[in-house]
């Protein structure tokens, strides 16, 4: 049996926890630069505020109709993401976080009444973190995602499905006449992996809900679309075809990108910003125990900025060696840049990816001997190649003095407390980092 967990409105509900001032209005969470909303309280989603939709286009909702708006706390975030995840590994042999909001359990095993198991979970999640969940079950993860979607609605839309099902729903406690309604009700483009064109040729075909692909002909939907698909039939048919996977598999590359708050003109601008991108995604690299041997960098200017010169590079620095150390990381990325960089230029974003990525214990140490090249500070890149306890040193400091206690030099630097970069994206609507910052956590006076 599998459980599907979500985070109800993950971005605004967190928003709600430090701020409960906020519960009951309407609330988006808007992306890098404040453009457009990422994230909607029931309330926005009432007024009408689609996904992603730019932030210009319902600002006036400030006026009318109560909307509050605030820049993305990706840090806020991912700290409670953390905390949800750890509570929910409790209540399960095995977990897999699908999402910085989505945790899948395997209860192979676990006795008992699943639905009182749940009821508890939600009510320590929400005791712990304040944060309101749904839960799903059913005997594959397909039809646990969809009994997730049940939950979630019949809460937020009385009416979409039986009263009964809100917050919790256990397909496995369905009679069949009870589950074909469901399937009934349920839009095709509801089901987990079916995205807007696959939904468009199912709806063009005649199969509009659920029910009608769960009776769709098994190998017309494997020649018309793909195995992919064939299996998410067989998935809601009972047949479970995706297991628990413990162990994500490790990425092949590694991107750290952003869009600039304002251009930058000058090499050293976007140097600071390239150093601070390589930096993040070694830090990465790190956690999933890789090693880089090549540095993708890219930096270009806007297309919508019609009345500006057009410029885009895009390069790849090889590594002589694979490694994880973040001085040479950036060392490569600064020194493309340094080479490639063309003044004259309002550029909008820049980007580092790692590529060509192995295993950290079965790299190939034998890589081609460098006699020549220097490393950080005229080190020689003999005795520059084993810097693990260093890095490792320095991702301790930065795990529990908070992100950016030590960094690379060529990167942002910090004065007063506050980050003074050339290149800061626009949030000028963002909450304290209530939970990960010393400097920023919240004061109650009684």
Request: hydrophobic letters at 40%.
């Amino acid at each position: 049996m599998y459980a599907l967990v979500d985070v109800n409105n993950m971005y605004a509900s967190c928003e709600r926890v430090m701020n409960p001032r906020l519960l009951g209005r309407p609330l988006v969470v808007l992306s890098s630069n404040d453009g457009a909303c990422i994230a909607r309280s029931d309330e926005a989603k009432a007024l009408g505020i689609e996904m992603a939709q730019p932030w210009f286009e319902v600002r006036h909702l400030e006026r009318t109709a109560g909307l509050v708006a605030l820049s993305a706390n990706f840090e806020l975030y991912a700290d409670m993401s953390s905390r949800v995840m750890a509570i929910l590994g409790r209540y399960a042999p095995r977990q897999e976080v699908y999402s910085i909001d989505e945790s899948f359990l395997h209860w192979e095993g676990v006795r008992g009444d699943l639905i009182a198991t749940a009821r508890e979970m939600r009510a320590t999640v929400i005791q712990e973190t304040g944060l309101p969940c749904c839960v799903g079950l059913a005997w594959t993860k397909t039809l646990a995602k969809l009994a997730n979607h049940v939950a979630k609605s019949a809460e937020r839309k009385p009416g979409s499905y039986p009263r009964h099902l809100a917050q919790f729903c256990h397909l496995g406690r369905l009679s069949e006449v009870e589950l074909q309604t469901i399937f009934a009700a349920t839009d095709v483009g509801n089901i987990w992996g079916v995205g807007r064109r696959i939904r468009e040729r199912l709806v063009t075909g005649g199969v509009k809900t659920v029910l009608d692909f769960v009776r769709a002909d098994t190998a017309s939907i494997r020649r018309q679309f793909s195995v992919v698909l064939e299996k998410t039939l067989l998935e809601l048919r009972g047949t479970s075809c995706l297991d628990i996977d413990d162990a994500p598999a490790s990425r092949q590359q590694i991107l750290v990108s952003r869009s600039f708050g304002k251009s930058v003109t000058t090499l050293e601008g976007i140097v600071e910003a390239v150093s601070e991108f390589a930096s993040r995604a070694a830090e990465r690299l790190r956690a999933q125990a890789s090693v880089a041997g090549a540095v993708n960098v890219f930096f270009t200017t806007s297309p919508f900025r019609e009345h500006d010169r057009q410029h885009s590079l895009n390069f790849v620095v090889p590594l002589p060696q694979h490694t994880a150390d973040s001085r040479l990381l950036v060392a490569a990325a600064v020194n493309g840049v340094r080479r490639h960089f063309r003044p004259g230029f309002n550029y909008a974003k820049a980007g580092a990816m790692l590529m060509d990525l192995q295993d950290a214990k079965d790299a190939n140490r034998q890589a081609e001997l460098d006699l020549f090249s220097q490393a950080a500070g005229d080190e020689p890149a003999a005795r520059a190649r084993d810097r693990s306890a260093l890095m490792q040193a320095m991702d301790g400091l930065n795990h529990r003095f908070g992100r950016d206690s030590v960094r690379i030099g060529s990167a942002a630097v910090v004065s007063n407390g506050g980050e003074v970069r050339s290149w800061s994206v626009k949030q000028e609507r963002r909450t304290p980092r209530y939970t990960t910052r010393w400097d920023e956590i919240a004061v109650v006076r009684a």
